[in-house]
């Protein structure tokens, strides 16, 4: 009998039955991923004991030899993995991550230039209703509402006439490549800061199959948990000028003690992200992710941009006559988790959206390839043109169930960590 179950058993059957979701669904969710069982083990530690404020060798309290050395190897592997000087792994996420970078280099009233949410950004780079848009007013760009892509003219054009004090790029619903050099270019040209939030992509370029900002962009933020597949959680990487700085706003500027055990296991994914197994991973969600984009767009639905170079793609619900809450529900009847999202160009607020988020990490890290992403966009076309026949979802969901317990037959051990636990 497991602790957890001794204990507390109601807690323990909630664990349990988020296990069983997870093995039974299939996870299109762009942001999601499954943390290896090194992973999970070294989040589980006593680690999670310690306090530790401060950064290796400068601590607020004794017996931190131990953290400060699992810090300073996160923070080394990290750093390797993507070219910086310097990186701090102590954000608790990709959010305060992106707080510290904006308490580091800005003042209140300083503007940012960024990505509206609308067209796929992300609303800690200045929405209003964050408090960086409270902080730091945002002027934002937007993707050409005819191609789905960024416009670097456009966004030069709006650097030269507004002087933002820093410019953002990275983004969470884009499907294709960010051009880094045009950005630095662009921060260069107008006296900007530059900052990249590398979050969603960040595995794909640890593996060296999507370009990278290292070397060309000082500021960088990330999470950890999404293509890089580790846990929960976010770091800065920066420029060693930065870097007194950013360790300062992380703590005690937004943070008090950090999260010990998860950067326990921060070190292990960086790790686990710099093998050539992790490679071939990475490569297989980028052809993933082509399949299934070609798959849809041979049912005839639409997707931005024509289709990703990425993990991810956006499917228009628009000529379904659909909306992106009736998907994902009538998806999610059907055992397959997708997140709507505002379709790029339309200027949707979530509350009613046209489009609909696919992503390849986490089906990827199960082990699938070509052929299931082939069968995945097929049963995804049934259910979004019989979203409200009962009888047809009901059979989808069989058709995942039988899909996703071959796959976990076969190759996938990231689900199998809880395995025997009553
Ligand atoms: C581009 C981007 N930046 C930052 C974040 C925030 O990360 P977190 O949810 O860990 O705070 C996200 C999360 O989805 C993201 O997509």
């Keep these: ?115 509206s949410v609308e067209d796929g950004g992300h609303p800690t ?105 580790g846990p929960r959680g976010g770091a800065v990487l920066c420029d060693a000028t930065y870097a007194e700085a950013i360790d300062a706003a992380v703590y005690p500027g937004l943070q008090g003690g950090p999260l010990m ?28 992710a082509t399949v299934l984009a070609k798959t849809l767009d041979g049912e005839g639905i639409g997707l931005a941009t024509g289709g990703t170079d990425t993990h991810l793609m956006i499917a228009d619900l628009e000529g379904i006559g659909l909306s992106g809450e009736e998907a994902e529900r009538a998806l999610e009847a059907a055992g397959i988790c997708a997140d709507r999202c505002p379709f790029p160009g339309r200027n949707e607020d979530y509350v009613r959206t046209s489009g609909i988020r696919f992503g390849t990490p986490a089906a990827t890290s199960r082990g699938m390839g070509d052929e299931e992403m082939r069968a995945i966009g097929h049963l995804i076309a049934t259910v979004l043109r019989k979203s409200g026949d009962p009888t047809t979802l009901a059979a989808v969901r069989a058709e995942v169930a039988a899909l996703v317990s071959h796959m976990q037959r076969t190759t996938c051990v990231y689900l199998a960590s809880l395995d025997g636990r009553t």
């Design 261 to 288: 055990h998860i950067i326990a296991a921060k070190a292990v994914c960086f790790a686990e992200a710099a093998t050539a197994e992790f490679r071939g991973y990475a490569d297989q969600v980028l052809t993933n």
């Design 125 to 229: 780079h200045g929405s209003p209703e964050n408090l960086s848009g409270r902080l730091y007013p945002a002027v934002r760009y937007g993707v050409d509402p005819a191609s789905g892509l960024i416009d670097e003219a456009e966004i030069a054009a709006l650097a030269k006439k507004e002087r933002p004090k820093m410019l953002i790029c990275g983004a969470s619903s884009y499907p294709r490549r960010i051009d880094f050099r045009a950005f630095a270019e662009i921060a260069g040209e107008t006296g900007a800061l530059c900052l990249a939030d590398i979050a969603h992509v960040a595995g794909l370029i640890a593996a060296g199959v999507y370009p990278s900002p290292g070397g060309r962009i000082p500021l960088i933020t990330t999470t950890t948990h999404k293509t890089l597949r």
């Design 1 to 115: 009998m497991s602790p957890l179950f001794s204990t507390d058993p109601p807690t323990n059957a909630l664990v349990l039955s988020e296990q069983k979701r997870q093995r039974e669904t299939l996870t299109l969710i762009a942001s999601e991923n499954y943390a290896s069982p090194a992973v999970l083990e070294a989040a589980g530690t006593v680690y999670t004991n310690k306090y530790a404020d401060g950064v290796p060798g400068h601590r607020d309290y004794p017996g931190c030899g131990p953290c400060d050395e699992i810090e300073e190897l996160a923070r080394q592997r990290l750093c390797a993995l993507f070219g910086t000087e310097y990186a701090n792994v102590q954000p608790y996420c990709g959010s305060i991550a992106n707080s510290a970078v904006f308490l580091a280099t800005l003042r209140p009233g300083d503007t940012l230039l960024s990505m």
